[in-house]
């Protein structure tokens, strides 16, 4: 168990919808990174939020967006949803490991799917 | 652009062996770090090793171990020993030194034989 936790894991939707996906990272941790994996584009990155502010983005569609709370806690928005959108969307947050070292932890999914 | 590229979408062992998945990258940069990610059919992503590029020394973490050649931008994960539970997809990722985003290879499938 990484810390990660994420919700929903699975998630069944229509063409032209919109969902939210939910993050809550370790403890501690005021990065939070939102990845998503499918079989057309692989793993990829999306955006990444530091302490409430965007930090960086990447290849995150205009119908997506991104937020972090107060409390750390992090939403990934789909719009819009396209039949291509079904995906493994992890969120991931950044600390330090044993060895003081910054590392990325994975939380389990959510596994979307656009019917 | 900085990229990832796992050449070997299949491989696999005898149990009890040892195997070497490939890895390759591009990147200007001089300060970067690399790393193995293990996915397993439960879909998590595990950390397995990772490299900072300024080191010269191989990571090794238990049966686990990687091959880094900096010149030739290649970066490959030895496995010891193979067991069952090392069946799942790797996937070699990157960073820069200066953020954070990982950029992913495609993934090699490890398939271990019993």
């Known amino acids: 168990d990484s810390g990660v936790t994420q919700t929903p894991k699975h998630l069944i939707t229509a063409t032209g919808q919109r969902v939210t996906l939910r993050c809550s990272p370790r403890s501690g941790d005021l990065s939070v990174y939102w990845y998503q994996q499918s079989l057309d584009q692989g793993l990829q990155f999306l955006i990444q939020y530091y302490n409430g502010e965007e930090r960086a983005k990447g290849n995150i569609l205009e119908r997506f967006s991104a937020q972090q709370f107060p409390d750390l806690h992090s939403e990934l928005n789909l719009s819009s949803l396209e039949l291509g959108d079904s995906a493994l969307y992890f969120c991931a947050s950044s600390g330090l490991d044993r060895a003081g070292r910054e590392t990325q932890y994975f939380g389990p999914g959510t596994r979307l799917l656009v019917l | 652009a900085q990229t990832v590229t796992q050449s070997q979408p299949e491989m696999s062992v005898q149990e009890a062996e040892t195997v070497t998945l490939s890895c390759t990258y591009d990147t200007s940069e001089s300060d970067y770090y690399l790393f193995w990610y293990k996915q397993p059919p439960s879909r998590q992503m595990i950390l397995v090793i990772r490299?900072?590029?300024?080191k010269q020394q191989n990571a090794t973490e238990n049966r686990f171990s990687v091959n880094f050649q900096k010149a030739a931008k290649s970066f490959s994960l030895k496995i010891s020993d193979s067991q069952l539970g090392d069946a799942a997809m790797y996937f070699c990722a990157y960073r820069r030194a200066s953020n954070y985003q990982l950029i992913w290879g495609a993934g090699t499938k490890l398939i271990i034989k019993p």
């Open positions: 490299q900072e590029a300024y």
